[in-house]
């Protein structure tokens, strides 16, 4: 299995201000891998450098250094476009144009054959789910519908490789099941998504691996499972009985009350402890449950270390 | 397969349904106003009135839209971000450029074929039927098309680098000041030292639309040479190409927001 | 990066080519349009029409004529055309922009009167221009004598000459010449002392170079057609003495019918002929002489 992205030291900086004196480091020079045929999650916090990465790997941007390079080109090589799609966040389209209209529009830019336009254009809206408002202006779309034409222009000339910003925002559950649906569909087709976001339930169910990103600086890369993994130490302990609580609490754990109901969430190790706890306070312990471990957790963990660090660094 | 002619397509394709083309109702009303005028008044020189009037409408609403549309062909599609699909594909940023360049242009020649033919109603009812020196009006026409060629490379280079409201100003000052350009050549053989420099600098600089304005002349019956033609022809070609260098190089390495 | 490279000489090529042509071509583009014709130079040939369009710009507009008006006229006169129909028409809407235009008046009128090739040669036309620049600026005495100036050099009217240098004479800050000048006026036909004098004013208080150029030509020109003459009379004179011409200027010296050898405005030596004409060495010196003139130069009475 070749890498299908290489990005090696990648970074960018900006000037900012009136005189262009101030200088901003939007990314720290990158380094990432990903693999083909997998779901990559690029994740991170709003500001983290998510979009500076993809503008500057499609070329909207150019680096201050470093490189990177697609499907075994370097990633500003022209040849490169063709089998790629990128679906921006937020994307927006040519009002004035149908459905239909912008997608054959982009058949043509992309070399799409002119017998195969059609067609192809035909099927993709089916495939988003938006068969019946071809003819429809752009400029009646709500957000969804629009996010869905997104998707269709990115997978519409058959890419290898497909790039998403954060491809469910502003999408209902519906919709963002749907989506997911179709991120899983590309796998199967056997293209390789690389795809950032900061719904992170979203990338547990679908990545493979994921990055997380916090200022510009790569936090942590690896699979999910092992992240997962990592974090799912913890018991969730439920019982009847308010003088408990002050022994709970003692071990260094978080207690909810409601009514004479309480629920503490208990590392694995101190498990032992908690129960003598409850049953010297005469509580009546009601389940013990693991704690489903998710990556919200592991993402909490990795940033409040760097945010810590970074503070640190700063003090 | 050049993806050139697509975005030209497009380009054109987003103009008509900006519904610019309604400018030429107007244009059809004044016409019509002014030829029903004379219908009713005679005053000896209908004739050079409504070349005269004909041909600075035709040029003041093309100028309109040029510099209208034309500075916000790429500003705009940076604002909205509409460009990130686009340069997404194999679209070479000088395409892009180029492309709506092409778009544009030909939405105008379109826009000033039909007022054309506006045109030439009017005067064939003004002057009751055709003339001898009635070709030569086409010749204006075509200026006037080189013109707005002009107008809309300038308009297209702001807007790559400037927001709508500079480029606006700037395409402005620029068709007002190549109108002059050649009184500013005039005004710098008369002087010297660093006056000198300056204005003959503007004056080169500046688009030179003196010698496109050949209204009045053609409103006297006068002929128009064919070297002039061809030197106005290939004028505006090394202009345009200026411009659209410059413009094509600026975007190329610009980064998008 | 390659392609960006490429993308970035080719359109840097192509700037510099096309900046350099697109120079030439306006260069050509000037020269095509010298011969072009009233209209099109005039380019809104109502002044009326003008003024509503230059939206409160009137002066800055007047200005752009004026220059329009140096620039023809001195095209015309580079090529040494006989053609200036366009210089009062430009004046006329140069002075309906801006009446207060002065040079346009004073360096305009001398435009006008003069004969090709140094002028449209439509003295008519100048004291008309001049009339209205006297209507619109009662208190400059310059315009008086520029229209005196005209009326006696290029009109032959020394009656309406002397008029308007009376008249001028009246006016605050006149020169106390004035005055003089109207005796002058009404006592002499034209001829070259008083043409000399009037040169010489014109000279003296010109503020365009134009103008003052073309008064120290006529200046020169007026003196050798004085000093010529006399100079001839003299060569006969020592003919009738000794029977034949003088050799050179030495034998004339040596005879006490000369101090010295003769010289010119410019400092070059007067030629003598052997038929006992006296000749200037650089007829192109003094553009305006009528005589000094080797025989077969013809030029038109200024």
Same mark, same amino acid.
């Given at each position: 299995m070749s890498d299908v992205i290489e990005i090696r030291g990648l970074w960018k900086q900006y000037e900012v201000g009136f005189w262009k004196k101030r200088k901003i480091t939007? #990314?720290?020079?990158l380094e990432l891998t990903v693999r083909e045929g997998e779901i990559f999650g690029y994740l991170g916090p709003n500001g983290a450098g998510k979009t500076t990465t993809l503008k500057l790997l499609m070329g909207l941007a150019f680096p201050s250094g470093g490189g990177a390079r697609i499907l075994g080109l370097?990633?500003?090589?022209?040849?490169?476009k063709a089998q790629i799609g990128f679906l921006p966040e937020q994307p927006y389209f040519?009002?004035?144009?149908?459905a239909t209209e912008l997608l054959e529009y982009f058949a043509q830019l992309s070399g799409v054959p002119a017998g195969e336009r059609k067609r192809r254009v035909e099927r993709m809206l089916a495939r988003v789910g938006l068969g019946d408002a071809g003819?429809?202006? #752009?400029?009646?779309?709500?957000k969804g519908m629009l996010q869905r034409v997104g998707l269709a222009q990115a997978i519409l000339h058959d890419p290898k490789v497909v790039f998403l910003d954060?491809?469910?925002?502003?999408?209902d559950p519906i919709g963002r099941r749907e989506v997911r649906d179709l991120v899983q569909q590309l796998k199967e087709e056997g293209r390789t998504v690389f795809f950032s976001t900061h719904i992170l339930s979203d990338a547990e169910a679908l990545c493979d691996r994921v990055a997380i990103l916090n200022r510009g600086r790569v936090v942590t890369v690896g699979e999910v499972a092992d992240m997962l993994a990592k974090v799912s130490e913890s018991v969730e302990v439920l019982w009847e009985g308010a003088a408990a609580v002050a022994g709970i609490e003692a071990l260094g754990a978080a207690v909810h009350v409601s009514g004479e109901l309480a629920r503490a969430s208990v590392p694995r190790v101190k498990l032992d402890a908690a129960i003598d706890a409850l049953r010297g306070a005469g509580a009546r312990l009601i389940s013990v449950t693991p704690v489903q471990a998710t990556l919200e957790d592991y993402f909490m963990q990795q940033v409040g270390a760097s945010e810590a660090a970074a503070a640190e660094a700063r003090a | 397969m050049t993806p050139l002619p697509f975005i030209a397509y497009n380009t054109y394709r987003e103009a008509v349904r900006d519904r610019v083309l309604y400018n030429l109702i107007v244009f059809a009303l004044l016409m019509v106003g002014s030829a029903v005028l004379f219908g009713q008044i005679s005053i000896g020189i209908e004739r050079q009135v409504v070349i005269n009037l004909g041909l600075a409408a035709i040029t003041l609403f093309g100028v309109a839209i040029a510099i209208f549309i034309g500075i916000g062909l790429v500003s705009k599609e940076i604002d909205r971000r509409t460009l990130y699909t686009v340069l997404s594909r194999p679209v070479r940023r000088w395409e892009f450029v180029l492309g709506k360049f092409l778009g544009l242009s030909f939405t105008l020649v379109v826009n000033t074929f039909f007022m054309g033919l506006g045109f030439f109603a009017a005067v064939f009812y003004v002057c009751g039927g055709v003339h001898r020196?009635?070709?030569r009006l086409l010749a204006a026409i075509y200026f006037i098309v080189l013109e707005l060629l002009i107008v809309t490379a300038l308009a297209m280079l702001f807007s790559t680098f400037s927001s709508t409201l500079l480029s606006a100003v700037l395409a402005l000052a620029f068709f007002i000041v190549g109108t002059f350009a050649e009184d500013l050549r005039g005004f710098a053989q008369m002087v010297t030292g660093p006056a000198h420099w300056v204005a003959l600098g503007v004056a080169y600089l500046v688009p030179n639309f003196a010698s496109l304005n050949v209204a009045s002349s053609v409103a006297h019956d006068q002929p128009v040479a064919a070297h002039l033609v061809l030197a106005n022809t290939g004028y505006v070609l090394c202009y345009s190409a200026v411009a659209l260098a410059v413009a094509v190089l600026v975007f190329e390495y610009r980064n998008l927001k | 990066m390659n392609a960006r490279r490429r993308v970035t000489s080719v359109a840097a090529a192509v700037l510099v080519c096309a900046l350099a042509a697109q120079a030439l071509v306006v260069r050509r583009l000037d020269r095509i349009r010298q011969g072009a014709p009233l209209e099109e130079m005039l380019y809104i040939g109502s002044s009326r029409l003008l003024r509503g369009l230059s939206l409160g710009f009137r002066g800055l507009m007047a200005d752009i004529y004026w220059t329009r008006v140096v620039q023809y006229y001195g095209a015309k006169r580079r090529v040494r055309?006989?053609?200036?129909?366009l210089v009062y028409p430009l004046l006329e809407i140069t002075t309906d922009l801006?009446?207060?235009?002065?040079v346009a008046y004073e360096a305009g009128s001398i435009f006008v009167s003069q004969q090709p090739p140094n002028g449209a040669g439509q003295p008519d036309l100048a004291v008309q221009l001049l009339e209205k620049g006297i209507r619109n600026n009662?208190?400059?005495w310059r315009l008086y004598f520029d229209l005196g100036f005209v009326n006696y050099m290029?009109?032959?009217?020394p009656a309406a000459a002397a008029k308007a240098f009376l008249e001028g004479s009246r006016?605050?800050?006149?020169?106390?010449?004035m005055k003089v000048t109207a005796a002058a006026m009404q006592s002499k036909a034209s001829d070259p002392a008083t043409a000399r004098m009037l040169w010489q004013q014109m000279y003296e208080t010109s503020s365009d170079e134009r103008v003052r150029e073309t008064a120290r030509m006529h200046i020169v020109s007026l003196e050798v057609d004085e000093i010529v003459p006399r100079l001839e009379e003299r060569v006969e004179a020592y003919r009738s003495r000794t029977g034949r011409y003088p050799a050179n200027w030495d034998q004339m010296v040596q005879a006490g019918y000369?101090?010295?050898?003769p010289m010119d405005p410019t400092g070059k030596p007067y030629q003598l002929a052997a038929s006992g004409r006296v000749e200037v060495q650089?007829?192109?010196?003094?553009?305006?002489?009528?005589?000094?003139?080797?025989?077969?130069v013809k030029r038109p009475k200024f």
């Open positions: 939007a #990314l720290q020079p370097d990633h500003q090589d022209p040849a490169v040519y009002d004035h144009l149908s003819g429809l202006q #752009l400029r009646r779309f709500s954060e491809p469910m925002s502003g999408l | 020196g009635d070709a | 055309s006989v053609n200036f129909s801006d009446p207060h235009l002065m009662p208190g400059q290029d009109r032959n009217d006016v605050p800050g006149a020169k106390w010449w000369l101090r010295g050898v650089v007829p192109g010196d003094f553009p305006f002489a009528t005589a000094g003139l080797p025989p077969g």
